[in-house]
């Protein structure tokens, strides 16, 4: 299980930038906020859908309208 590398996680399911540490260094990546089973909070790294321990995280900005 993921462990919370900040003292606010976001508080919402949903898409997320995060940073996470691997063995080639801090990485930004998107990631996935599950809650399964209810109650439990992880991430879910795209595209491997690894669970790993996320450093910081911000909301993903909407898309472009130009």
Excluded: H
């Excluded at 606010?8 to 691997?22: Q, S």
């Amino acid at each position: 299980m993921a462990k919370w590398g900040t003292k606010n996680p976001p508080k919402k399911k949903g898409r997320y930038l995060v940073t996470i540490d691997t063995p080639f260094g801090r990485q930004v990546r998107q990631a996935d906020r599950c809650e399964y089973p209810k109650g439990n909070w992880i991430w879910n790294v795209l595209p491997s859908m690894d669970i790993v321990d996320v450093v910081a995280w911000q909301k993903c900005p909407e898309p472009y309208k130009g």
